[in-house]
């Protein structure tokens, strides 16, 4: 249940940076509502992998950065993950494009924004 809250808020905060940003889209899809959901939902689960695997490494790798910048670095490592999403989703031909660092910059703290705040109002059960 914990996997389908967070790609659920995932997807959305994705919809509402691409709603947001006109450098940030999906390819137009016409049809049936599951062409439009489908691609939003590889999008999440790609964006899920890379900041699981890849950004942690990044972390590690600009702890000093981190430090100097007093953690405005992390904002630089969210708009990469952002981008490498978008490299990959384009790879594996999902439609979905990010324009610009600054625009990936703006769409990750709208995602990081929107995907705690539906997280908060659906998320599973946790375990304290």
Do not use: C, Y
Request: hydrophobic share 65%; no cysteine; glycine share 8%.
């Amino acid at each position: 249940m914990r996997f389908l809250s967070w790609l659920l808020s995932t997807a959305i905060a994705l919809a509402v940076a691409a709603w947001l940003f006109d450098g940030i889209w999906f390819a137009p899809r016409h049809g049936a509502l599951a062409d439009k959901v489908v691609p939003l939902l590889v999008v999440a689960l790609i964006l899920g992998v890379v900041s699981a695997f890849v950004k942690p490494v990044l972390q590690i790798l600009s702890i000093p950065f981190i430090i100097l910048t007093l953690g405005l670095f992390l904002l630089v490592i969210n708009a990469a993950m952002l981008m490498l999403t978008s490299w990959l989703a384009g790879k594996l031909a999902v439609g979905f494009h990010v324009e610009g660092f600054w625009v990936a910059v703006g769409g990750s703290i709208v995602i990081t924004l929107v995907d705690w705040g539906v997280d908060r109002l659906i998320g599973a059960d946790r375990d304290h």
